[in-house]
């Protein structure tokens, strides 16, 4: 069971096309995923199945209140995402293609959280678990003068992530090569922190865990990352905290643990008041 806006669904491979749009005028934007398996919140097109391509715009504006994602618990693949992807029931081996396909959220805040379950993860980007691709799509995030919070969970792969990748059971089996595909995010403050169970990491950039292929500059001399806080308060600013578990990282920046990636571009992250704290 699960909840989603956008095509595609389980066990599919045909070609999911269109663009995904969603706007809330008044009032927020809650995804929460379930206790049972498969019980995912998603936003864009989703394959739990064989492959495919799947394209088109992703776009959330919530105009005035807040974003949450949260993964479920108790089962596997209790996760929520907005962007194209989801889990690939038959592994790694099977190829899909994401291209033409930018994500952008606006709200007043966005908070991000893994679950407990296994593989119940967080992400707005494209991929997820074994969706081995090529993935072509800039990834924005706007809270303004809000928070953006983005904490691992307690379950194994309970990830939470901005950008494109995941998690690549058969590492050098999965292939994913990401073009065009800037990260921008821009908040009043920023706090990530890893989980407590092994890859409840916590990552804005490309890739994760187990992946292989390249992350190139944005293009047009943009950074490849751009991180920005506007907060000048104390208890604004940058934290990036290391969690319990093993793998459970908090990073800024494209790789993760694994596989073999080609990655370049710059990488930028202001600050302006409350510091940049990294623990």
Same mark, same amino acid.
């Given at each position: ?148 919070? $983005?904490? +691992?969970?307690?379950? #194994? ?5 901005? *950008? %494109? =990748? &995941?998690? /690549?059971?058969? !590492?050098? @089996? ?17 706090? $990530?922190? +890893?989980?407590?169970? #092994? ?5 804005? *950039? %490309? =890739? &994760?865990? /187990?992946?292989? !292929?390249? @992350? ?38 494209? !790789? ?24």
């Amino acid at each position: 069971s699960g909840a989603m806006i956008g095509n595609g669904g389980y066990l599919t491979s045909s070609t999911v096309d269109g663009d995904t749009t969603v706007t809330v005028q008044n009032g927020g934007l809650r995804m929460e995923a379930g206790d049972g398996y498969y019980s995912n919140t998603t936003i864009g097109h989703a394959s739990l199945g064989t492959g495919g391509a799947m394209n088109g715009l992703v776009e959330v504006e919530v105009a005035m209140g807040d974003i949450s994602l949260e993964a479920g618990s108790t089962n596997w693949f209790a996760f929520s995402q907005i962007g194209h992807g989801g889990y690939n029931e038959v592994g790694a081996t099977a190829a899909y293609g994401i291209t033409n396909a930018p994500v952008i959220v606006d709200a007043g805040q966005v908070s991000m959280a893994g679950g407990t379950g296994t593989d119940s993860f967080a992400l707005i980007g494209h991929g997820g678990v074994d969706i081995a691709s090529t993935i072509e799509g800039r990834v924005d995030v706007n809270a303004g003068t809000g928070a953006i919070t $983005m904490n +691992g969970g307690s379950g #194994i792969r309970s990830f939470v992530q901005m *950008g %494109h =990748g &995941g998690y /690549n059971t058969l !590492g050098a @089996a999965g292939i994913y090569n990401l073009a065009n595909s800037l990260i921008e995010v821009d908040a009043g403050r920023l706090m $990530m922190e +890893g989980g407590i169970n #092994i890859y409840a990491y916590s990552l804005i *950039g %490309h =890739g &994760g865990t /187990n992946l292989n !292929g390249t @992350a190139a500059n944005g293009g047009g001399g943009d950074p490849a990352i751009a991180v920005t806080t506007s907060g000048t308060g104390a208890a604004d600013g940058v934290s990036l905290k290391g969690g319990a578990g093993d793998t459970a990282y908090a990073m800024i920046g494209s !790789g993760g643990r694994g596989g073999s990636f080609d990655l370049s571009g710059d990488i930028s992250v202001t600050s302006a008041g409350g510091g940049i704290d990294l623990e």
